[in-house]
């Protein structure tokens, strides 16, 4: 196949495609949907077992989990907005993708341990909001700078065509969906009478200073997974910096809005910090990871022609 060379973020508007024949083009869609369902179903085994870690797992591992569950949420966000395909399925699918993501975890806790309606309620109140957030930074790169994620084999001019399009099957799709991932809630939500979602003032500001932290994250992490190759290294390098900077940002944010324990010690805050650090780095290191395998099946980050009424 002819490859877009690598350090092309810029395609014209009656961009090439690539000549492939039916089966070449075959075996490379069922190469991309063979990862995707490994990747998921990976991804879903992590969310069973964090709770076990939470329970029972050092500072480190359940940084590690902590981390690993943020990354799930952004390339959620990321495929809602960037992926290629109408955005009527984007969506409906990403939705899915969160709800599977909240039952992995409340099967795992009820595996494991006892957790109250409310706090899984909460729980699933967190997701959702962190799906919705994260997907905020990058509408407006793709907004900005009209970024899509495409298949070097597809014809970059038909995106604006492809968002628009609303048929009835996708009505139907959305309809099937939404049966799907309601169907198994009574069998994953724990028993017990839902007494409301427990809200605390400390929470609220901790929940929102990672959320401004990551959405500071998220579409410089994108926009390194789908770079040249040649400056994957040197982007690392820079990225261990920048992660540690908005980690001593999102760390004294915390310190001004939320009071510190008292006594707590220099070797304590260095402790936190460096904790926090290992949740962004991780968070940073799935989905740079998990795009880089994308790119290596053919995706690329492109500028398309800007559309009469893009989405």
Known sequence: MTDIPDNELHLEQDGNTTNDTPAESNDMHEAIWTVSAVLIGLFLLHNFITPAVFRGGSDWLMALAIGICIGEVNLIATWAVLAPGAIVVRLPWSALLGMLMWYALMLGNRATSSMSLSDAM????ILLGGVLAAQV?????????????IHESRQVAQSCHDDRQF???????????????????????PPGAFNGIPVEGESLIAIATVTMGNLIMTVPCVWGALFASS??????????VYCAVVT???????????RLPTGMSWADIRLVV??????????????????RVYRALGFRLVRVPACPTET
């Open 137 to 149: 930074p990058l509408w407006i790169a793709k907004k900005a700078f009209r970024w899509r994620l």
């Open 167 to 189: 048929e009835i099957r996708h009505l139907l799709l959305g309809t099937a969906l939404l049966a799907v991932a309601l169907s198994p809630l009574r069998l994953v939500l």
């Open 231 to 240: 400056s994957v290294v040197r982007l690392f390098l820079v990225w261990l």
């Open 122 to 125: 909460l729980l699933g109140t």
């Open 248 to 258: 001593l940002g999102e760390f004294t944010a915390m310190a001004v809005l939320v």
């Open 274 to 291: 460096l904790i926090y650090y290992t949740v962004n780095v991780t968070q940073c290191a799935v989905v740079f990871g998990t795009l």
